[in-house]
């Protein structure tokens, strides 16, 4: 079985600061990992995902993880945030040859501040 | 290239009802898997089904079911509703049955009263 802690529920930070959002996985077998994003009254979207390769990657707006298989973390970061960043990102991780499912933390509200 | 469509957007209905929620996956996508979202429980995952089978299954009573028809429509039902079924349903299209990336349909908010 999987598991994903978010550590951090909410996030406040001021508009053009960096930022990292924290995620720490738990499994048996060796999985993949995700971050999606969820605007208000939206459904998820995919920012990035680590199938394999280099440890860092890039997603869509500016965002980037960090894959650390010895401490089994998969933090999010972006250098400078900007308003409409302000959603709820959301950890996750899939087992390989798990089929789809996937298994999510508990989420990071993120909030942009002037 | 349309979404993962899911109707209704909104549901209302009253304890002890059935409901079935509809799914239409991304063209050419043959996997569908369905999730609930409540603030307390967060993203929980209810099943997959790939080529009209189910391939996996959360941990959710019998109440909750679904199925897949040839076309990778996917419907999901839910009988005798309780008021902690109140939830976003999300549903979620992938092209094939192993680790792809996840496509959201925008979900069906569903409220038992």
């Known amino acids: 079985a999987q598991s994903v802690t978010q550590l951090d529920s909410q996030v406040p930070v001021f508009e053009e600061a960096p930022v990292e959002l924290r995620c720490n996985y738990s499994?048996?077998?060796?999985?993949?990992l995700f971050w999606y994003v969820q605007y208000p009254n939206q459904g998820l979207q995919l920012l990035l995902k680590?199938?394999?390769?280099?440890?860092l990657v890039k997603g869509i707006n500016g965002f980037e993880a960090e894959f650390n298989k010895s401490q089994t973390s998969f933090h999010l970061r972006k250098p400078s945030v900007h308003i409409s960043d302000t959603a709820e990102y959301f950890c996750?991780?899939?087992?390989?040859?798990?089929?789809?499912?996937?298994?999510f933390g508990t989420g990071t509200q993120l909030k942009v501040e002037l | 290239k349309a979404g993962v469509t899911q109707t209704p957007r909104y549901l209302i209905k009253t304890r002890g009802q059935q409901v079935t929620l509809s799914c239409s996956p991304i063209?050419?996508?043959?996997?569908v898997s369905w999730y609930q979202q409540t603030p307390g429980q967060g993203l929980q995952f209810l099943f997959e089904?790939?080529?009209?089978?189910?391939?996996n299954k959360g941990n959710f009573p019998g109440r909750f079911s679904g199925r897949q028809f040839s076309n990778s429509r996917s419907e999901m039902n839910v009988s005798t509703l309780e008021l902690g079924d109140s939830a976003l349903y999300l549903c979620?299209?992938?092209?094939?049955?192993?680790?792809?990336?996840?496509?959201f349909g925008q979900g069906t908010r569903l409220t038992v009263v």
């Open positions: 979620a299209s992938s092209l094939v049955s192993e680790n792809t990336e996840a496509f």
């Open positions: 499994s048996s077998v060796s999985v993949y």
């Open positions: 680590y199938l394999s390769g280099s440890t």
């Open positions: 996750a991780v899939i087992a390989m040859r798990g089929g789809n499912k996937l298994t």
């Open positions: 063209s050419g996508h043959r996997s």
């Open positions: 089904y790939f080529s009209e089978t189910q391939r």
